[in-house]
């Protein structure tokens, strides 16, 4: 395919060929023959990689998940001295602003997403269910220094294991075209006059010498360097990196996968900042016991990997199978019915089983329910980031992760005051509400966003093929 001219008025979507004509599961991003590339990186390297990434992000989730559990201790504590309820909720939502590597190939992506989605959850449903038994037990004080330790040990592990993965690979030149990736894993297959205009330009000129050895595996030592090669206009670079995340925004896609994902976290954030209240004194549950619930955070982890992770990768390649081998970002949409649906219903059944009439077992598994549907949201809209914006995945990825947090922030922080001047009922109608709303905005994504990254693509780029 990358020795011919492709008619770029006959492409729908800048599609990836997941499945060959064979049947074989193809490797995008293409791994070049160097041992350094990081998708060539043995699996052990991967995974201290991958460790250290999930260790701070479960760290910095823990610290705000985990007040949820012990927030009645910081109500009288806060309340002798005169502040509000409200005031107090504030400053435990205002952390949630601030949380937040291609080394895999297309079809390992949900698997990998869910891995870090799902640990993430579960680790932290487990220091939160401990954290109400610690600070019973030594105070809360305890809560932060257990997180001081945790962090510490997390320094030790990015020191040891924590391995550059910025890799720049070299062009391959098919007949007179060139196929080049850049250093976000963006794959272009120029036009012979544009193979010409590459070549003639600095990044073309600098690599000249193509035919050279393989360089050899870099030892252990080497890859624990802390000041590896710098590129060579890095504050161009960075300037360049903030416009190409102004410009994610272009894209339907990007903004339907930022709402999707902002208000199913600020909900998660929302609702484990009053079920310490719900549970202790509308359901009479110990103070020391509120921690128990986020028993649904594990099994939550554990079953949006499965569905959404593991599950979903096996649907994605079948899905690909059926369309004539081509991927397309927007099969990520269709996993996403399911947990849009479920976290509806499990905020109505959080809602209605809130007040107190009812057993403790409908905010229990409205919460285990939710969980599912947020790790599966996670791992859905994360891999679908990757792909709807073709020009540049690695902005776009940032643009979703970093700005779900500020949405979501703005979600969690209004949920309590809604709940004081309604209800329990009518705040979580509300937020089921708003999910709901935009979980149907994917249809005219699902449709649309693809006319609309053609369009903007031809315009950028051209006659160039582009595959992510």
């Known amino acids: 395919m990358a020795d011919k001219k492709i008619d770029v008025d006959c492409i729908e979507h800048v599609d990836q060929v997941l499945v060959d004509e064979a049947g074989r599961i193809q490797r ?13 990186f043995a699996l052990w390297e991967k995974t201290g990689i991958v460790v250290c990434c999930c260790w701070f992000s479960i760290m910095s989730l823990s610290v705000i998940g985990g007040l949820g559990s012990v927030l009645d201790v910081f109500f009288q504590m806060y309340g002798a001295e ?43 449903s487990l220091l939160t269910l401990a954290s109400s038994y610690e600070v019973a037990a030594l105070g809360w004080r305890w809560f932060y220094w257990v997180f001081v330790i945790t962090v510490a040990v997390g320094l030790v592990l990015v020191v040891f294991a924590c391995f550059e993965t910025r890799f720049q690979r070299r062009p391959i030149f098919v007949g007179d075209h060139a196929v ?17 205009e590459y070549l003639a330009s600095e990044e073309g000129r600098s690599y000249a010498d ?87 955070g594990v099994f939550g982890g554990l079953g949006g990997m499965l569905y959404a992770g593991i599950l979903g990768d096996r649907v994605i390649v079948w899905l690909a199978r059926r369309a004539g081998g081509v991927h397309k970002p927007e099969h990520h949409l269709l996993l996403l019915i399911f947990p849009g649906l479920l976290a509806v219903a499990s905020l109505l059944l959080y809602g209605f089983t809130a007040s107190g009439d009812a057993t403790w077992g409908g905010p229990f598994m409205g919460w285990t329910l939710y969980q599912v549907a947020f790790v599966s949201t996670l791992i859905r809209t994360t891999s679908f980031a990757t792909e709807a914006w073709e020009k540049n995945p690695g902005p776009a990825l940032v643009t979703v992760v970093g700005t779900k947090n500020i949405i979501g922030f703005g979600v969690s922080y209004g949920l309590n005051p809604m709940v004081a001047k309604y209800s329990y009922p009518a705040a979580m109608g509300i937020l089921a509400g708003v999910v709901g709303g935009i979980l149907l905005l994917g249809v005219p994504v699902y449709f649309f966003n693809p006319m609309v990254i053609t369009r903007l693509l031809l315009m950028i780029f051209g006659d160039a093929v582009m595959l992510t």
């Open 82 to 124: 005169g502040h509000s309820t409200n005031q107090v909720v504030w400053l435990s939502t205002f952390p949630s602003l601030f949380v937040g590597i291609e080394v895999t190939f297309i079809h390992q992506r949900g698997t990998i997403y869910g891995i870090y989605w799902a640990t993430q959850n579960i680790v932290t």
């Open 210 to 296: 193509l035919d050279g050895d393989t360089p050899p595996k870099k030892t252990y030592r080497q890859m624990l360097s802390a000041w590896p090669r710098l590129c060579p206009h890095p504050l161009r670079d960075v300037l360049l990196t903030w416009w190409q995340m102004l410009e994610t925004f272009s894209s339907p896609g990007i903004i339907y996968a930022t709402l999707l994902s902002a208000v199913i976290l600020g909900g998660s954030v929302g609702v484990s900042l009053t079920y310490d209240t719900v549970l202790q004194y509308n359901y009479g549950w110990g103070a020391a016991s509120i921690g128990l619930i986020n028993l649904g």
């Open 28 to 40: 995008l991003p293409v791994p070049s023959d160097d041992p350094n590339d990081p998708l060539n």
């Open 180 to 196: 080049i990736t850049d250093q976000y894993g963006v794959t272009r297959v120029l036009t012979a006059p544009e193979t010409q």
